[in-house]
């Protein structure tokens, strides 16, 4: 297992899927919770959009797909409240938008360079060092926006109408976390592919709100999935040779259904165990997150 | 309740264990070398040939594009990267035909592997071909002078790679892969001169074989699938037309083909070329538009399994390219 270590570039994938997996999931909670799971998808598709501006003009992928994401994110969150009563039509429009300019703008692209194929599926053989560091700013935007807006932004995810009594600045908290959102797909997007990248936001926080009680463990079962699933997906996806991408969705999908059916199993003892003990001291039924 | 979530967390546990136990069989069974050979990893058939040719038994070669797979659009997995990067010579085409290998060779600073451009120090023209102007010669020469400016503004890869569908400039192909090999294997340089002066002369012959079979012909402009006979073209003289651009990824616009036809129709082409690789489906919309036929003119990205099953090799496929053209060019 340890000799695929020897590659520099593999450590180069392996680090990058480690930022990816820590703060990915982390967006999806809020994402989820906040009835914008498909915003991840519509990010990706804005910031492949910025990826062919890159390749076009001579820039750095990586930076206009950034660029595309945040212009995106601003645009989704305006569009959310011009569209009130269809909150998703929002995503529909950005999503068509964006994917319909990156085929225009990369078919403008007479060389041949890297190909399309690999950003809508992702590519772990490239990931060079500009990548990692730029990851890591993100990294450490999306540390330094929750270690100090962690309880605004709890109540904006829970009750908005209560944040916005209470003071909390509802408009720019929710444009800042839609522009945090935009920056963590772009860096994601080059690795695990346009088509994935949504997938490691929302399913680790699908799993977590099935799991976990309380808001802070589901965001750290969140991480946990996604650390499983990275390293898994990319060990796997090197020793089989097959797509990264695609094994850590698949490696997602796998964890999901064997949660619901542990639980299920676990509910079902419970059940039985539970109805003695409620006789005995009145205790009521134990609710999760997910079940709210 | 506790127990819940622990159960939950256990078994994600367990799960990751069992899949990267899985992987850890697998992984092992990489092949190491053997018998002092060199290893060498090669992108696509082309540089596959000719590193064969050259090394002979000498050489454990590789082809990472498999056969009946179109390399324009390929792409290796951390698997290939991990073959290349425990080789002791990456031979590559170069001239930005496989668009990854810039980054992955970034990736490999370090390793021991030696990477060969075979395309190096062949001049190379400008490609993206524009189905506006058709005077090729008079163009070139533009290009000539403007390169440097143009490539200022970012048009990166706008190079034409194909540089292995001319029997000339593979001979510089197969000197630079000779070169590599034996400055790798200081022991054994004699047998690579060796061999590959034997094939140089096989290559030569083709080209002699092509300089008079062609020089006949009665029409001079043929129709291709994508711009790959850019350089066989004007080797020979001849004009070629092709219908998508340096990539068969790159489908002409309805305008493009409108004018492609009107094009073919007014140099009475008879006959429209297309690859083994890629969907025929454009080559044959064209034909059927003007009433032409079509036919297979081989640009030599890969060998399908049925061309391997032949026995057929470069030499073999340019052969039949150049009974193909004879046949079209004489309609």
Redesign the interface.
């Known amino acids: ?1 340890l ?2 270590f020897q ?4 450590q ?2 392996f680090l990058a899927g480690i930022m990816i997996a820590l703060v990915a999931p982390v967006i999806g909670v809020y994402l989820v919770l906040r009835r914008q799971s498909l915003m991840a998808e519509t990010l990706s598709h804005v910031s492949l959009a910025g990826v062919a501006v890159g390749a ?3 820039l750095y992928p990586m930076l206009t797909a950034m660029v595309a994401a945040l212009i995106g994110a601003v645009f989704v969150d305006t569009l959310r409240r011009s569209f009130k009563a269809y909150s998703e039509l929002s995503i529909a429009i950005l999503m068509s938008g964006g994917l319909a300019s990156a085929v225009v703008l990369m ?1 403008l692209n ?9 950003y809508l599926f992702g ?6 060092e500009t990548d990692l560091y730029v990851m890591g700013g993100v990294v450490a935007l999306v540390g330094l926006f929750f270690w100090f807006l962690w309880r605004p932004m709890y109540v904006l995810t829970f009750d908005e109408e209560t944040a916005q009594v209470s003071g909390v600045p509802v408009k720019l908290l929710s444009v800042s976390f839609s522009l945090l959102a935009g920056l963590v797909v772009a860096v994601s997007m080059p690795i695990i592919g346009v088509l994935l990248v949504s997938s490691l936001m929302t399913l680790p926080a699908s799993i977590a709100l099935r ?3 309380g808001f802070a ?1 589901t965001i750290f ?1 969140a991480v ?2 996604g650390l ?1 699933s990275v ?2 997906g ?11 991408g695609g094994t850590i969705v698949l ?1 997602l999908l ?2 999901l259904v ?2 619901l059916i ?2 299920r199993i ?1 509910s079902m003892i ?1 059940a039985r165990v539970g109805a003695e003990q409620d006789a005995e001291n009145g205790n009521g039924v ?1 609710r999760t997150l997910g079940e709210r | ?1 506790q127990k ?2 622990k ?3 256990g ?3 367990a ?2 264990l069992l ?2 136990g ?3 069989k ?3 069974k ?1 092949d190491k070398a053997s018998g002092g050979q060199i290893r060498v990893v090669t992108t696509f058939y082309p540089m596959y040939e000719f590193t064969k040719q050259v090394g002979g038994d000498f050489v454990d070669a590789t082809l990472l594009v498999p056969g009946g797979t179109e390399p ?2 390929w ?8 073959r290349i ?1 425990d080789a002791d010579l990456f031979v590559y085409n170069g001239a ?2 496989e ?2 290998v810039e ?2 060779l ?6 021991k592997v030696k990477p060969v451009e075979a395309s190096a120090g062949i001049e190379l023209i400008e ?2 071909h524009d189905h506006d102007e058709h005077e090729g010669e008079k163009k070139e020469e533009e290009h000539k002078e403007g390169e440097h400016k143009e490539e200022a ?6 190079h034409d ?1 194909h540089v292995w569908t001319d029997p000339v400039l593979v001979q510089k192909e197969v000197e630079n892969i000779a070169a590599a090999l034996a400055e790798l294997d200081q022991a054994r340089a004699a047998e690579y001169k060796k061999n590959a002066d034997a094939y140089l002369a096989k290559l030569k012959a083709l080209d002699e074989k092509y300089k008079a079979e062609l020089a006949s012909s009665k029409s001079k402009e043929f129709v291709t699938a994508h711009e790959s006979f850019a350089y066989l073209a004007k080797r020979y003289g001849l004009t070629q037309e092709p219908i998508s ?3 068969p ?2 489908e002409p616009s309805a305008a493009q083909m409108a004018e492609i036809v009107a094009w073919a129709k007014e140099h009475q082409v008879k006959t429209i070329f297309f690859e083994t690789l890629v969907s025929p489906k454009v080559a044959e919309a064209v034909a059927r538009e003007m009433g032409a036929k079509t036919a297979v003119l081989n640009p030599l990205e890969g060998l399908t399994e049925e061309e391997q099953a032949k026995g057929l090799d470069y030499i073999g496929v340019m052969e039949q390219n150049l009974e193909a053209l004879k046949k079209a060019l004489n309609e």
């Open positions: 297992m000799e695929m590659y520099g570039f593999l180069n994938a076009l003009l001579g078919s007479k060389g041949v360079s890297r190909s399309f194929t690999s590519s772990i053989i490239a990931v060079s799991v976990s009680r463990m079962v946990l999935v499983t390293l898994g990319l060990s796997a996806s090197y020793a089989l040779d097959i797509p990264p490696l796998a964890i064997v949660t542990v639980k676990v419970q134990v | 309740m819940k979530w159960l939950a967390v078994s994600l546990a799960a990751s899949l990267t899985c992987g850890d697998l992984g092992t990489e324009h659009d792409e290796p997995t951390a698997k290939d990267v991990a990067a930005g035909f668009g990854w980054d992955v970034h990736n490999l600073e370090g390793a490609g993206g503004h970012g048009e990166k890869g706008a790679p651009g340096l990539s990824e790159q």
